[in-house]
């Protein structure tokens, strides 16, 4: 109820949106508000200027009246007064930025009284008024000020020069003076196209900045929409926020989606309501192909507004491009209302690539702004956050394949190493048991045993290691590399050493991410591959390219024999696949050394300034 007792009136969308562009009359941030008013100054003091420059080199503009002069140079020292103060002033405050406009009001009515040449320039003061007024404010206070002027400029000559002065007003104003004073007489004719003059540009400049603050405002509200687009709160907790914020700008109680994915023909719906001023959860509904006649049929148009009176359906649609289509075809609205019950529906349709396609539903909108304006405003904003919330879709959609095809590799490295070592671990017990009751010693079983529960235990610690998410920066990158060195030595009893003459360092996240799983990898096959005593790591940069190198006394690295680029090792198959695959990822170069019997050497190098593969 409103504060009167009757029924509280709905505002339309389009009435809301006015109210928050005329808010926008005055941007919010102080330092724009601050830049706008020192612009303005500057073209006052610009203007001033140069038309006292011109005046001089054409006296008869102002014919030879000082107090025009006069007058030209007090706005001028008031312009840079004016300049002055908003230099040392850290905010602009709205009774300064009226004042100032009264001011630039008066000075053109003043002056145009003692100009008496045909050209007077004091006209494009008054262009400068209706211009400032039209970048601070809008369309009224623009037309407020062209009004103003005209009412000031018949004031002057009614009042002042016509009925005070009167005939010969120059000469009766020197009497009471004693100054070389002169006064255009009153020229009805001149004042009347003057006036025109204001108040058409008046509508135009006022025209404009309402068309730039509506568009302003617009931009405001998408972008605050597509603020909504979170990944994190998933597809689910996306829709709701961005369909809250459509329902509350549309006024609408009941919301609808539906959508149909091209290649399963699958159809999902969902629905979100608003009850007392409360808005409910998103939820999805059980839908299947019958929804897709009611939901997805042929609707009129891109966009559709449709309402029920006494006399049938009143309906107006756009196309893509925003143009009214007729309407020809009502069936699909007037079999949706039998499955929603509606008296009006505003419906618009979105389509992703060649994947999924749907449309949006609000039923019973309370709007009564223009509605085709409105239409082609709801078609522009699905167009924009659209994309994004289908981003939001395929984002998790690519996390979900990318975590099944994790756990699949988990249980494939499960099933091969720890299962089968387990099955063999069990056939080795059950000779041991043979053995214990034939009496036969059991030791070398015991030790096999034991070895086998050791390299298993590792390969476990290796493959946990692996599956844990790597949070780790430049800062953290040196203290990270140096534990996983100490901790392979601690569990493979294989010398291990971590060198390095940096600091500090200032690597991308990215680069430090695969160094760490590089080292991790190298280390892995250190240890079941190489049978060395001692290996190295070392970590060094220049100004060009961070370099990282893992060394091992071991037999060597299978049957290679010399030295390998990273591109000698794909056209042969083989070396070592998975740190060649992250390589890619971060545009870096291999180069493996093997000598047979005495130990393998990795290099790995990346630059430091380049173009790196975009990561997913």
């Not at 006015?18 to 330092?31: G, I, K």
């Amino acid at each position: 109820m409103s504060a009167t007792g009757g029924p509280e009136k709905s505002v339309s969308p389009r009435v809301e949106r006015y109210r928050q562009s005329w808010r926008l009359r005055v941007p919010r941030d102080p330092d724009e508000t601050r830049r706008i008013e020192r612009w303005l100054a500057t073209a006052r003091v610009f203007l001033a200027g140069a038309t006292l420059v011109a005046i001089r080199m054409d006296p008869t503009e102002l014919g030879r009246s000082w107090a025009a002069y006069g007058l030209f140079v007090f706005y001028l020292a008031n312009g840079m007064l004016i300049m002055m103060l908003l230099r040392r002033r850290q905010q602009s405050t709205a009774a300064f930025r009226f004042l100032v406009h009264a001011t630039d009001i008066v000075w053109p009515a003043l002056i145009s009284i003692f100009a008496e040449g045909p050209r007077t320039p004091f006209f494009l003061f008054f262009f400068f008024v209706l211009a400032a007024a039209a970048y601070r404010w809008g369309f009224r206070e623009t037309l407020g000020t062209a009004a103003a002027e005209v009412v000031l400029l018949w004031f002057e000559n009614l009042v002042v020069v016509h009925v005070w002065l009167g005939p010969g007003g120059s000469q009766r104003l020197r009497a009471l003076t004693g100054l070389n004073v002169n006064i255009r007489d009153f020229d009805p004719q001149r004042l009347f196209m003057l006036s025109i003059y204001l108040l058409v540009m008046g509508l135009l400049l006022g025209y404009l900045a309402e068309q730039q603050k509506h568009l302003r405002g617009e931009k405001a509200l998408v972008t605050g929409l597509l603020s909504k687009v979170r990944v994190e709160a998933g597809l689910t907790g996306t829709l709701q926020q961005i369909f809250n914020e459509i329902m509350a700008m549309y006024g609408v109680s009941r919301l609808m989606v539906a959508s149909q994915e091209s290649h399963s023909q699958r159809v999902f719906a969902g629905e979100l309501n608003r009850s007392e001023g409360r808005v409910g959860e998103f939820r999805w509904l059980e839908s299947g192909m019958r929804d897709a006649k009611t939901y997805l049929d042929d609707f009129p148009g891109q966009v559709c507004y449709a309402s029920a009176d006494g006399n049938g359906w009143k309906a107006i649609s756009l196309d893509e491009s925003g143009h009214v289509v007729p309407v020809a075809n009502l069936s699909p609205i007037t079999h949706l209302r039998q499955a929603q019950p509606f008296g009006s529906l505003v419906t618009v349709g979105f389509l992703f690539g060649s994947e999924w396609r749907g449309r949006v539903f609000l039923f019973d909108p309370s709007w009564r702004g223009e509605r085709q304006e409105e239409l082609r405003f709801l078609l522009d904003l699905v167009r924009q956050v659209g994309p994004a919330v289908y981003n939001v879709y395929l984002l998790h959609r690519l996390r979900r394949r990318a975590s099944a095809a994790e756990r699949a590799r988990f249980a494939r490295e499960l099933h091969d190493g720890a299962v089968q070592s387990l099955i063999a671990v069990e056939m080795q017990v059950d000779v041991l048991r043979r053995q214990v009751e034939a009496n036969r010693p059991v030791g070398g079983e015991l030790g096999r045993i034991q070895s086998l529960l050791r390299e298993e235990v590792l390969k476990l610690r290796e493959l946990m290691q692996q599956m844990k998410a790597i949070d780790v920066d430049s800062q953290r990158l040196l203290g990270v590399l140096r534990d996983a060195v100490e901790r392979f030595q601690r569990e493979t009893g294989i010398s291990a050493r971590f060198i390095t003459d940096l600091e500090e360092l200032n690597m991308p996240q990215r680069v430090c991410r695969e160094f760490l799983r590089i080292v991790q990898e190298g280390l892995v096959n250190i240890r079941k591959h190489s049978q060395a005593r001692h290996a190295m790591v070392r970590l060094a940069a220049t100004p060009e390219r961070w370099s990282l190198t893992l060394e091992d006394d071991g037999k060597g690295f299978g049957s290679l024999a010399g030295r390998y680029t990273g591109k000698q090792l794909e056209e042969v198959g083989k070396g070592p696949m998975i740190i060649m695959e992250r390589l890619s990822l971060i545009a870096g170069e291999l180069t493996v050394e093997s000598t047979p019997g005495q130990g393998t050497r990795l290099e790995v190098t990346v630059p430091r300034i380049g173009d790196m593969p975009h990561e997913l």
